[in-house]
């Protein structure tokens, strides 16, 4: 069986792209377009999950994340975002590890490395150096 990856996006079309570069990355795929439909996902079979961090106009993606983690604590997550690294709304503080964060528009190319390096995060149980926020090392 081929490891699953959820894609949690309400844009149709990013949704789809995603779950076709991660098909082809050998990956069974996933899709949920809001919280309830992510939550009704059985966490324990999957693989990956990649969450947008806004889904139908509001900001529920952290909910989302917790709620996964809450059932599989290293469970490992790739955070698609508009929002600006520095943005209060992209602050991934206290949602565990391992995550790995995509900025839109260019988390198409990017998506596969992301998966393959958040996963290979979570196999070697080492949390990644440097990985706060420039305004957190101020």
């Not at 964060?101 to 979570?122: M, N, S, T, W």
């Amino acid at each position: 069986m081929p490891p699953v990856a959820l894609v949690v996006d309400d844009e149709a079309l990013l949704a789809l792209e995603m779950e076709d570069r991660l098909t082809a990355a050998g990956f069974a795929t996933r899709i949920a377009c809001s919280d309830a439909a992510a939550r009704a996902i059985p966490a324990e079979g999957l693989a990956v999950a990649v969450v947008n961090l806004r889904l139908n106009g509001e900001l529920v993606g952290h909910g989302i994340i917790r709620s996964l983690r809450r059932l599989r604590p290293n469970l490992p997550i790739v955070v698609v975002t508009g929002y600006d690294s520095d943005a209060p709304q992209a602050d991934l503080r206290g949602l565990g590890w391992p995550t790995v964060r995509l900025q839109k528009p260019q988390h198409g190319e990017q998506l596969v490395g992301a998966v393959r390096d958040v996963i290979a995060q979570a196999r070697r149980g080492a949390r990644p150096t440097g990985g706060r926020r420039h305004l957190d090392r101020v």
